[in-house]
């Protein structure tokens, strides 16, 4: 079973910058994908970015890209979201999600969750 565990959230004043990790453990941790998602109070969670664990291939949703970048260290098993450029429609809670096979960017494809953390931006 994978256990992942996000760090970094914070608040931070609009265009400020935040790093997220989500560092993963499990006997057998060799996920296809990891990404990060996001719930703002009375939203749906959201795709914000994710990652090929073997190659290192990236997506992104359109409403952070060029601001956003998502890496990952095979070494550490950590994948981690750096936030540059933050706006206040960023404020939500970031989720790190894993995943063993290929699929679509919704929340349902993804099999792994961490607890989120609590990522605030003042204007």
């Known amino acids: 079973q994978v256990q992942l565990v996000e760090s970094g959230g914070g608040l931070v004043q609009a265009r400020g910058s935040l790093r997220l990790s989500c560092a993963a453990s499990g006997r057998t941790f060799s996920p296809y994908d990891m990404a990060w998602f996001r719930q703002a109070p009375g939203k749906e969670r959201e795709f914000v970015a994710a990652?090929?664990?073997?190659?290192?291939?990236?997506a992104y949703a359109d409403s952070v890209k060029g601001r956003f970048t998502i890496s990952r260290d095979n070494a550490k098993n950590t994948v981690y979201l750096e936030m540059n450029s933050l706006k206040p429609e960023d404020t939500a809670v970031y989720y790190c999600?894993?995943?063993?096979?290929?699929?679509?960017?919704?929340?349902?494809?993804?099999?792994?969750w961490g607890q989120g953390t609590q990522v605030t931006v003042s204007s």
């Open positions: 999600a894993a995943r063993n096979k290929r699929g679509g960017l919704g929340p349902a494809e993804f099999g792994s």
């Open positions: 990652i090929r664990w073997s190659g290192g291939s990236t």
